[in-house]
């Protein structure tokens, strides 16, 4: 779990976002000990961790019921360009299809082009509507 902490950390700062650790950990540990709302997995390339994908499961009319959230999905810079973001965005898929998931969703940066360039040739499409967030 720590070692997904500090890459959550980097993913942060690479799209520029502002990290706030608080509860994380905490957060985090719910997850893990709660399989219906979703996942964590390391991405282990050459006995190396190269990333992290973070998998939760939403509910909604519009996507006729339970759907993936690629919540979180980094990829460390020495692993980016080899094919691991697609062997990851395929990893993530399967696992959508086999807890029969009929949507996966995403969040990407309007400054991170290169994401969405991959984003877009797996199939997603940009939602022309805005996504829209109240803290309670």
């Not at 902490?5 to 608080?22: F, K």
């Not at 395929?90 to 290169?114: I, K, W």
């Not at 360039?117 to 939602?127: K, Q, S």
């Amino acid at each position: 779990m720590e070692k997904a902490l500090q890459l959550r950390e980097q993913l942060y700062l690479h799209e520029d976002l502002t990290y706030e650790p608080g509860d994380a950990a905490a957060v985090l540990q719910e997850l893990l000990a709660n399989p219906a709302f979703g996942a964590l997995w390391l991405i282990e390339v050459e006995d190396q961790i190269a990333g992290y994908l973070l998998l939760t499961i939403c509910y909604s009319l519009e996507f006729h019921g339970r759907f993936g959230l690629l919540d979180e999905f980094y990829v460390e810079e020495p692993w980016r360009g080899h094919g691991i973001g697609n062997a990851a965005l395929d990893f993530a898929e399967r696992e959508c299809h086999s807890r029969g998931l009929q949507a996966m969703r995403l969040e990407v940066s309007h400054g991170n082009p290169r994401a969405r360039d991959l984003y877009r040739r797996r199939g997603f499409a940009i939602d022309p509507r805005h996504l829209m967030t109240k803290w309670l």
